[in-house]
């Protein structure tokens, strides 16, 4: 049996994405809308899910649509932005009670369909554009969101990494789009990027739980219609050739360095060596067991966390560490070494067959969730392949030492951003 | 062994106590893919004057040291339980709160012989001075990282206002100071005091089979000659119920400013049933309150003095407790004075009406239906109410029997100016 079943459909203008499961006491709808990341329409699209989200035209305060949705027994809606390769993707996520564990037999999916039917698609609507208050308390908003990166030294170190490897490329944008850009956003061209949107988008609806999926199809289908479409498809990626490291040392007055470190892998998910590229972050840094932890931590003494992280669709990976300012040097050395290490093939059998069975472990464990489930679907839809998660675990295992050593000596150190203390470098 | 319905959830639970005095609980839940177990002792930050095992008077040990014994548990003579589990396909972790330190793993394979390590590892200790040594460089670094992070100064910054003497006032890591003073005779001190089972639950959930899970558990368990204990004795210093600093203003690196208003609780010492309804009518009388639909949320949120940081929450053990409200804000002070002012209002039952409570109900039962597909909720909170006395799947029928005359009561019980405190981060000058 397949650890993992996805029903998809066509349907008016986007792919409605079924998973029929009776773990959960709830049920989980995802609507994904997906477009290329730009610099024009970055900032648009990271303020465009908070404004639908705060009313609609049914529910024209926030107190009201959230009032609604307490009742319909705490039904909870977010919305986020992501970024994936070089698109900038929003989503909606509602999850609902499932009635069988009510006495109250109201059928809450149904209603929470129409609910989001409702936010997406009859906006409160003021002289034919949005309503300028929520637009303007929205806009405030969004400037303290994308301030707050910077009180988040973590968050920060790695938003700076990227910003200093990928320049002038798409990819160095913040998915919360550019504080300058904020305040030429109206409501007026915000509701004119909206229409866009649902017009160019690559859509995707997800309905994960114990539901009937006949009948989900027949009312997404009466919910949502749109023009068909040809989504955008961009090339993520691009083989840069990189002549030196790029050193990058800034000072803040803080008590601990964050050491953050961006490689290109040069393989992106859908290739044929993408996981062979998995296991070798793993025996890397992604883990407890890995290098990077066993010797930059529990040898070395020199940090509390050392790791390293893929982006599956840009092809980059990103080690970061919080250590003493004046351990520097010696942590570089550290990292650069083991990437050394792991380029020779200088790692054991039982590492390479202990990576595999916890990513084995960690991606079962990602579908015991049902955003887990959406995340690991949308794989595909961002890079259009279709690999099933059974294919996934299968072609895993099979990944042998001189693989990783293959995809190990593809991998490039781009750059190394340093946030240190005042006056440190003087020193 | 007990088996429990939970009948409307369709849950059952299995329970079982043993010789030694371990409580064991067992929830199966079919279609997960992961079995996920807490092993977890009745200890934590708080406990720091105690009557050490075999011995006739107390003795006061130094901060942070359940987190450090935490962090040298993992280590053993022959290395280092976490390769010992990834290479069972699992991954393990722990945690130390105010009054629990929790070991934990979760693995989709070889769940016997995990559970297996998680139980020895926990019960045979390995301390020596060099590893403990080694490790004061890890911590310390985990300590500076926190003390880089304004949510973490903040929220610790409220509680240090709250309480003048109770512990729950010192950092669960300590100082960099407290934790140079720690020896490995300490943590064995430490350890047979607290970690004996009679002061211990494990926890398990997951697609496993009940019978075999418990056997199994115990034949671990009788192998190991453990002998009796009797009771742990602790000791805490009185705590007035006034706050002990109205006010504290940190500065740093930031660029937005922070601001949490607390409540501190009264001297409690509730358990059970009773502990379970103050907490829940506390948290219904919050969602009244300052929940997205409320009126108050709307009214600071439209005047730009909060954002979506904005949270509130209400903490609960034996011997304290807290509410704490508030997050990033343009307008530090102007927040402060408008949550007060709401909450005073609130004290004299003004804004909670049956209407709001009937929702705010409603969204507590969504919530906790939730919140019980997730394994690691149901292992973690069960445990914690376990050790209160409560029972985690009571939450539902105490919610539906819970009044507006008891909201009314506990807010004009609970909300008293005299305690309450505020904790502001400020960009620095």
Known sequence: MPVLTESVKEMKGYKLHLVKTEKYKTNTIVWKMKAPLTKEDVTLRALLPHVLQSSSSKYPTTTELRSYLDGLYGTTLYVDLAKKGEYQIMSFSIEVANEKFLSDPTP?????????????????????????????????????????????????????????????????????????????????????????ALKEDELDLYVIGDVDENKVEQIAGKLFQFEQRTPKVISNYEKKN????????????????????????????????????????????????????INVREKASLAYYAASRMESHKGIMMVMSGIDFNHYDQAVGIIKEQMEAMKKGDFTDEELEQTKAV?????????????????????????????????????????????????????EMDTIYFLTGMGVEQK | MKKIAFDQLQEELYYEKLNNGLDVYILPKKGFNKTFATFTTKYGSIDNQFVPKGEAEFTKVPDGIAHFLEHKLFEKEDGDVFQQFSKQGASANAFTSFTRTAYLF?????????????????????????????????????????????????????????????????????????????????????YYTFYHPSNMLLFVVGPVDVENTMKFIKENQDKKAIEQQPEIKREFED????????????????????????????????????????????????????????????????????????????????GFGFAMLGGDTGEPNRLE??????????????????????????????????????????????????????????????????????????????????????????PKK
């Open chain 1, 359 to 411: 990513i084995d472990n960690q991606l079962l464990e990602t579908i015991d969730t049902s955003r887990g489930i959406v995340e690991v679907l949308y794989h595909n839809v961002v890079s259009h392949v279709n690999i099933s998660l059974d294919q996934w675990l299968g072609d895993m295992k099979k990944v042998t030492k001189e693989d990783i050593v293959a995809v190990a000596n593809k991998i």
């Open chain 2, 337 to 426: 004075e408008t949550l007060e002012k709401m909450l005073k209002d609130a004290a004299t039952g003004s804004g909670i009406t049956e209407e709001g409570l009937v929702k705010a109900k409603k969204k507590r039962i969504g919530a906790f239906l939730r919140s019980v597909n997730s394994p690691e909720y149901i292992a973690n909170q069960f445990t914690r109410y376990a050790f209160n006395e409560m029972n985690l799947f009571d939450v539902v029928p105490t919610l539906e029997k819970i009044t507006l005359e008891d909201v009314k009561k506990i807010a004009s019980d609970f909300i008293s100016e005299e305690r309450f405190t505020v904790c502001q981060v400020v």
């Open chain 2, 239 to 318: 705590e007035p119920n006034e706050v002990a600093e109205k006010k504290k203003v940190l500065e740093m690196n930031v660029q937005t400013s922070k601001c949490l208003v607390g409540i501190k609780a009264l001297n409690q010492q509730l358990n059970g049933e009773e502990m379970l309804k103050n907490e829940l009518a506390i948290n219904l009388l919050l969602d009244l309150l300052f929940g997205k639909s409320s009126d108050n949320y709307q009214k600071l949120y439209s005047e730009g003095l909060i954002d979506e940081t904005f949270s509130y929450d209400f903490t609960s053990e034996q």
């Open chain 1, 108 to 196: 809450l999916l149904e209603k929470a369909m129409e609910f989001l039917a409702e936010i997406l698609l009859n906006p409160n609507i003021q002289n034919n554009n949005f309503q300028t208050e929520t637009v303007e308390k929205e806009k405030k908003t969004l400037k303290q969101r994308i301030q707050s990166v910077f009180d988040d030294k973590m968050r920060y170190s790695n938003l700076r990494l990227v910003e200093e490897m990928f320049g002038m490329e798409p990819y160095s944008l913040h998915v919360n789009g550019k504080m300058e850009d904020v305040d030429s956003i109206t409501s007026e061209n915000l509701y004119q990027f909206y229409q866009r």
């Open chain 2, 106 to 190: 979760s693995s989709t394979s070889n769940f016997e012989r995990n559970l297996e390590t998680l139980m020895d590892f926990v019960q045979e200790p390995y301390f020596s001075e060099k590893t403990v040594e080694k490790e004061k460089g890890i911590i310390g670094q985990e300590i500076t990282m926190y003390d880089d992070n304004a949510d973490w100064r903040l929220y610790f910054g409220l509680i240090q206002n709250m309480y003048k003497n109770h512990p729950v006032k010192i950092d669960i890591a300590g100082t960099i100071d407290s934790i140079a003073k720690i020896t490995k005779d300490m943590l064995y001190q430490c």
């Open chain 1, 242 to 293: 990189i002549q030196t490291v790029h050193v990058v040392k800034e000072e803040q007055d803080i008590k601990q360095g964050k050491l953050n470190i961006g490689y290109r892998t040069n393989v992106v998910y859908g290739d044929s060596d993408y996981f062979a590229l998995q296991i070798f972050n793993g025996i890397f840094g992604g883990f407890s067991h890995s290098k990077l932890f």
